[in-house]
């Protein structure tokens, strides 16, 4: 009987299953990210693309270390133009990211501090509603039992006790909102 200490043997036929098991969903996620691109570029926007892209120098000269051609012949091309954005403006930016937590906190998968700790950062939530407001839809739905009562089934106080609310005839429900109680439990 083995230990639980010593290491398992491991096969070339497993180490080649799970290496094609990685490669073979690798490539169905990559597939799949390619195939949502569904627009289509014209001939001439491709070639407008690559015009521009061979003058700016960034089209890629060695496909071995992936260098571009600015960064072999720097002189052949216009230097890049200097940012408008001032020293404080930058930093006025760093600290705000890092408030809201969209700094990037992963540069691999490329996840934010909100991504990764989000009970630390406040939810954006932008309410058109007045608190007035609210209180008052609050209180017409406690008189017509249009409140929720239970949460998994989603059934009002008034389906579950239709006694205690008075009925009205269609167009009275209507009026307030509400959907006419059904025929069995009127008290009509």
Known sequence: ???????????????A???MLALSMTAAATGSALASDTTAKTREQVRAEFFEAQQEG???A????????????????????ASNTTR??????????????????NARSGATYRDLYPNQYPTDMASTVTREQV???????QR???LIAN?????????????RYPTMNDAGAAMLGLAPLPNATRMN
């Open 58 to 60: 960034t089209l890629i």
């Open 62 to 81: 060695n496909s071995e270390t992936g260098t571009t051609f600015r960064q072999m012949y720097p002189g052949r091309y216009p230097a890049a133009t």
């Open 17 to 19: 299953r799970i290496a």
């Open 88 to 105: 404080a403006q930058v930093r006025a930016e760093l600290v705000e990211a890092h408030q809201q937590g969209t700094q990037i906190a």
């Open 144 to 146: 017509n039992g249009t």
């Open 135 to 141: 209180r008052a839809e609050l209180i017409q739905a």
């Open 1 to 15: 009987m083995k230990g639980f200490d010593q290491p398992l043997k491991e096969t070339p036929m497993k180490n």
């Open 151 to 163: 949460g998994q089934s989603g059934a009002t106080y008034r389906d579950l006790f239709p006694s």
